[in-house]
């Protein structure tokens, strides 16, 4: 019986990689000619050995030409648990809703944004946050100019890519440019002109820190470790905030002595604070403005 277990475990074993090759095959049939890139990178990629396509797919065809059946997180979820837990816990886990205004009100909206922020066949908001969606632009405009970011919160290849499984995609700070710049938050110009960017592309990782290094320590998919004011508007309580700062006091420390870092921290918190203040003044003149009925669409 000793002898037969590993035996056993490894027959199966074949038997498991044996059915992914054979579903797989009946896919790439068709699609080594229309998809050959898809296929390539599938066949490069880790997923190639144990994972085939309905595994990620699913198995129904018709849905997936039509563009209704995505390869949502929680599909990578049912392999990656740790991963998709974290992700979905972390502030990348409401990136759909915080970049969002309800539509419910206007004419020629699309029903499909409903659930963005709602379960199937709910009412209820999955999570609360501060919407910021500009509610004059078409659903078209809002799928380019915005969901290709926001839809982090559901899509793992967001950073990962879609059949590729190499590491050195996700752990390359570019692929965070790809959200995190522009006027309205530029994240990424802040660091790229910053030492640790200078550093970074001048002497590589091994001096200049990365978003990734800082952000997602130890390969962590929860990017909102150390952050004690997050952008997505949901604050932290006091107490957390100060775990959340001990954490990335932890990270800065490094390299830098705690001290400084802490008090480099603290002089961003009273920016961040001064500026909310300025925030709050605007939109007192914002409110004074709508309720003379001259916005539209109204906040």
């Given at each position: 019986?000793?002898?037969?277990?590993?035996?056993?475990?490894?027959?199966?074993?074949?038997?498991?990689?044996?059915?992914?090759?054979?579903?797989?095959?009946?896919?790439?049939?068709?699609?080594?000619?229309?998809?050959?890139?898809?296929?390539?990178?599938?066949?490069?990629?880790?997923?190639?050995?144990?994972?085939?396509?309905?595994?990620?797919?699913?198995?129904?065809?018709?849905?997936?030409?039509?563009?209704?059946?995505?390869?949502?997180?929680?599909?990578?979820?049912?392999?990656?648990?740790?991963?998709?837990?974290?992700?979905?816990?972390?502030?990348?886990?409401?990136?759909?809703?915080?970049?969002w205004g309800c539509t419910r009100n206007m004419p020629d909206r699309n029903k499909e944004e409903c659930r963005f922020c709602h379960e199937e066949g709910s009412t209820l908001p999955r999570t609360i946050v501060h919407c910021a969606r500009f509610l004059k632009q078409s659903s078209e405009m809002g799928m380019i100019g915005c969901n290709r970011c926001h839809q982090v919160e559901n899509n793992c290849a967001s950073c990962h890519s879609n059949h590729l499984t190499r590491p050195e995609i996700a752990a390359d700070p570019k692929v965070c440019a790809k959200c995190h710049m522009g006027p309205d938050h530029p994240q990424w110009e802040m660091w790229e002109t910053s030492m640790h960017g200078t550093l970074y592309s001048s002497a590589g990782p091994e001096v200049g820190p990365s978003c990734q290094l800082c952000h997602m320590p130890d390969g962590s998919h929860d990017v909102s470790r150390g952050l004690t004011s997050p952008p997505s508007m949901k604050p932290y309580?006091?107490?957390?905030?100060?775990?959340?700062?001990?954490?990335?006091?932890?990270?800065?420390?490094?390299?830098?002595?705690?001290?400084?870092?802490?008090?480099?921290?603290?002089?961003?918190?009273?920016?961040?604070?001064?500026?909310?203040?300025?925030?709050?003044?605007a939109e007192e003149v914002v409110r004074d403005i709508n309720d003379r009925n001259l916005l539209d669409p109204p906040p």
């Open positions: 019986m000793i002898i037969l277990r590993p035996l056993l475990i490894t027959a199966l074993f074949l038997l498991s990689v044996i059915s992914t090759v054979v579903a797989a095959e009946s896919c790439l049939d068709c699609h080594q000619d229309e998809t050959p890139g898809a296929v390539r990178q599938w066949q490069e990629s880790a997923h190639a050995v144990d994972v085939g396509c309905a595994d990620c797919h699913k198995g129904d065809h018709e849905a997936i030409v039509a563009g209704e059946a995505p390869v949502v997180a929680a599909v990578c979820g049912e392999c990656h648990r740790d991963e998709y837990s974290q992700h979905t816990d972390s502030r990348h886990g409401m990136g759909l809703h915080a970049g309580t006091e107490a957390e905030q100060a775990g959340q700062r001990d954490e990335m006091i932890e990270i800065c420390s490094q390299c830098h002595a705690a001290d400084f870092a802490r008090r480099d921290l603290a002089a961003a918190d009273a920016v961040r604070r001064q500026g909310l203040a300025l925030v709050a003044e």
